[in-house]
């Protein structure tokens, strides 16, 4: 039999590199449930094996979540997150730099399917 590499993606490696950060970007701005969700993601990006549509979509999700994209209609729960973050907090940067670098693997992902 041959051995086969199992695919580890640009997005496992970034979700392994940057777990810590994006678990707290989750919880700052849209709190358990969120953080649940990125969790539930992290999990599954932790297993080598190719992306599937269900973590693309969760990923996509927690880049929209990243860049503030639910926390402009008052009704939202994660409105309430998001007013709460003071713009000068440095976890801004961080939350920036980790939206860019999850971006970049999702583009690299959709040229790949």
């Known amino acids: 039999m041959f051995d086969t590499p199992i695919p580890v993606t ?6 392994s590199d940057n777990a810590e950060g994006l678990q707290n ?10 953080l649940r969700r990125c969790q539930r993601l992290l999990q599954d990006l932790a297993q ?3 992306v599937t549509r ?8 927690q880049h ?9 209609d008052p009704e939202s729960p ?3 997150f998001f007013f ?7 976890c801004v940067e961080e939350i920036c730099l980790l939206a860019d670098g999850l971006l970049e693997c999702l583009e690299q992902e959709s040229e790949h399917v």
């Open 10 to 15: 640009r997005l496992h490696a970034f979700a």
């Open 64 to 72: 929209a979540l990243l860049m503030l994209e639910y926390g402009h």
């Open 84 to 90: 709460a973050v003071d713009p000068t907090d440095p």
């Open 78 to 80: 994660e409105a309430e």
């Open 54 to 61: 269900r973590m693309r979509r969760e990923a996509k999700a």
């Open 48 to 50: 080598p094996g190719p």
């Open 25 to 34: 970007a989750a919880y700052l701005l849209g709190g358990r449930p969120w």
